[in-house]
């Protein structure tokens, strides 16, 4: 297939949304926690969450377009209370994951009807996923529009909780050991496995290409 702007445009509206989400190759699957200030607890799957920088650690994702009037629980619940977690999905529940994308009402909490354990961890104020390997507390900074009505969400890591056996003496995560897994498109879940290590890159060391 090889198509223009204008062929993407005039494409059947769900064949477009199946390819465009899945150009950009496998995404990270992250279940973002949330608790409004009448204590429901809401989770929400997202694979958009990207690395900002590590000094100060921070870390964005997209929001979709809200109505300003009644924004999702998600983003109301960060908007509140400036708290909210992002946590890793594993190979063993991307189902429970990938359902908790559903329209429930409002304040009907998504860790109660997929059955998702939650755990506080240091008193911070939103919930984790238990099962999560991956575990890390953020701080709202900055909300950013963007041109097609999404929101760009800019937060600071204030905790973080990882397996001691998955970090390496150079702070890196092996990701397959933890079975994180990534998202293509909107719902095809992928395993992680690691491929290759290679050194940070000195033009002085480059290796001989054939």
Avoid: W
């Avoid at 477009?16 to 190759?25: E, F, K, V, Y």
């Amino acid at each position: 297939m090889r198509i223009n702007d204008t062929d993407i445009t005039n494409l059947e509206r769900k064949f477009r949304l199946n390819l465009i989400n899945s150009i950009t190759g496998i995404k990270p699957a992250n279940l973002i926690g949330t608790r409004a200030l009448d204590g429901t607890d809401n989770v929400a799957i997202f694979s958009s969450v990207v690395h900002l920088g590590s000094h100060p650690a921070q870390l964005g994702f997209i929001m979709r377009p809200q109505n300003p009037i009644s924004p999702k629980d998600t983003y109301a619940n960060i908007l509140e209370t400036k708290y909210y977690t992002i946590n890793s999905i594993s190979e063993t529940f991307t189902k429970k994951a990938h359902y908790t994308s559903a329209k429930l009402e409002k304040h009907h909490s998504e860790f109660d009807a997929m059955h998702i354990d939650k755990s506080f961890i240091d008193n911070f104020h939103a919930p984790f996923v238990t099962q999560s390997p991956i575990k890390i507390g953020m701080k709202h900074l900055e909300s950013i529009p963007l041109p097609n009505g999404c929101i760009f969400v800019i937060g600071s890591v204030v905790l973080l909780d990882v397996p001691d056996e998955t970090i390496n003496e150079l702070g890196q995560i092996d990701l397959a050991s933890t079975q994180s897994a990534g998202i293509s498109g909107l719902n095809s879940y992928y395993r992680l496995r690691n491929l290759a290590t290679y050194p940070y890159v000195r033009t002085n060391e480059l290796p001989d290409f054939e």
